[in-house]
Every structure is written in C-alpha cells, then in structure tokens.
C-alpha cells in the first residue's frame, strides 16, 4: 500500500490523531520529520504556502490550520513560543503539495494524495451507478483480480484446472457458510454451465471482490507456497469476511436477492443499445 513514510518509519497515518469529536487532525512538528525537514523554518515556509493556497481556493485557513503554538520554559523563568499548527487532512495535501520538489520524500506524497484522491473521486462515481452498472463495475473488476487471485494461486503450487476448482471451493465455503460453488449454483439454481458471480447483486459481489483480493495479499504477504497452505488461507479470509458481514448485521451472501438478468445479459443489452445509437441514418 503507497504510504508517506520518513527515513526513520514514521508514516503519514501512524501520526494521525483524533479529537473528542471524533475529527482526524495531525500536528505539524509530528508532520514535519516524516517530510524530513530539519528546521522547523523551512518547513514553515511551506505551511504558509499552504495557507495562501487554502485561501486561494475559498476555504477558511483557521479551519485547517489551526495554530496551537505554545510558550515553554527556557530557564530562569524566561520562555520561549514554539509555533505549532492542528492540520486538517486537506491541510496536510496543501502542505504536501507546497512542499520541496527536490524531495524524494514529497515526490512520494504527492502520489499519495494524487491516488487517495482519485480512489474518492472513483467512490463518489460509484455511488451514483444505479444497480445494474455498479454490477457491471464490481464484476470487471472481480475478473481482474481474479487473474491476480490465480497467478498467487500458481506460485504456491496449484496447477491443474481441478486443483484450482477446488482452491476456488475453499474461499466459498469459508465466505457461505460451508457451501461450494456447486452449492451456491443450486441454491440459485443457475445451469453448472453459468458463473455464479455473473449472477451476483453488488453487495454479494462486494464480499467476493474483498475475499479475493484479500487472499491474494494474504498470500503474498505470507510467501505461500503450497497448495494445502493455499486453500488454508483462502478459507480463513472468506472466513473473517463473513464473520464481518455477521459482526456488522449484514445478510449473510447465500441469503441475498439474485438478480433477475446475469451480467453477461446486461452487457449484450448494452452492445445492443450502442449499435442502434452509432447505426448511420439511411
């Protein structure tokens, strides 16, 4: 996962801190060593960049910037303000993107923002798809990682077509309760020549999609490498994530409404409505 980490492993996320209010906020001294700047000066120099930027773009700065400087002693009761600032998320972008080009640190940061940025604009699109397009985007991308899911799955020794059938077969039954594909597929009763996933609303295909791509980084993370070991750890994540849908009071995956038309069905009725859009007029 792309993180903003400093030299000495501190990341952006690690020195998140959370309010009464249950509002996310950092700390710009926190802040300033993970962008591993020395002097709290030059950093400085970049949180007022920031802040132009913040008023440049209508948004209050005190609302993101809020200074929380304080006075320390010094000796013989001298003291000392050592500025400090409460940070909002966007303050931190701001802050980021103002930063030292030169650093490698803030090229980093950058892209990290860049891609958090892009995942929210990705969720707020999906969130405006009615059912049938929010299907057809779970199960493009289902069949993607699914590719991913296989080539994991090969690295740890499962080769033949029935070897990954029954590989396949753990994740399910860890995700349905015990149920295989075969079991799935008669209690929808969907042909054995069909795709259970085509035949998938968007909330079951959710839970398949975190299944997968989490077995995937389970492997990874844990160097699999054999096929006992594989189906293992794919029934243990179909497992948690069941267990999750239960801890949340979600309908577990085999109780969920099957949709009237497979995607397959969706998409042909789709091709079909574009060719009679771009069929040049006689």
């Given at each position: ?36 700047y020395a002097k709290w000066e030059r950093f400085q120099d970049a949180l007022f960049r920031a802040m132009e930027a913040c008023e440049r773009s209508r948004h209050e700065i005190r609302h993101h910037f809020t200074d929380v400087g304080k006075l320390i ?11 400090d600032y409460k940070l909002s998320r966007y303050a931190c972008y701001l802050t980021v993107m103002n930063g030292d080009p030169r650093k490698e640190i803030i090229a980093l940061g950058q892209t990290y923002f860049a891609v958090k940025t892009r995942q ?163």
């Open positions: 996962m792309l993180q903003i980490k400093s030299s000495d492993n501190k990341s952006f996320e690690q020195i998140k801190h959370i309010d009464e209010n249950g509002v996310e906020y950092w700390l710009a001294r926190e802040l300033q060593p993970v962008l591993e002693e010094i000796g013989k009761g001298a003291k000392r303000r050592v500025g929210q604009e990705y969720q707020e699109l999906f969130n405006e798809l009615n059912e049938e397009d929010k299907r057809l985007f779970l199960r493009s991308d289902i069949k993607h990682k699914n590719m991913l899911l296989a080539e994991a799955a090969k690295r740890a020794g499962i080769e033949t077509n029935f070897e990954y059938a029954e590989f396949q077969d753990f994740g399910y039954m860890g995700l349905y309760g015990g149920l295989k594909a075969r079991d799935i597929a008669k209690r929808k009763n969907i042909d054995n020549k069909e795709e259970i996933l085509d035949y998938m609303g968007s909330e079951e295909l959710g839970a398949n999609l975190f299944r997968i791509t989490q077995t995937e980084a389970a492997m990874k993370r844990n160097k699999t490498s054999t096929p006992t070991a594989a189906n293992k750890t794919h029934y243990m994540v179909g497992k948690e994530v069941r267990g999750a849908i239960e801890r949340i009071g979600g309908t577990m995956p085999e109780n969920l409404p099957m949709p009237d038309k497979s995607t397959k069905q969706i998409e042909k009725e789709r091709v079909k409505q574009v060719k009679r859009i771009t069929k040049p007029k006689k």
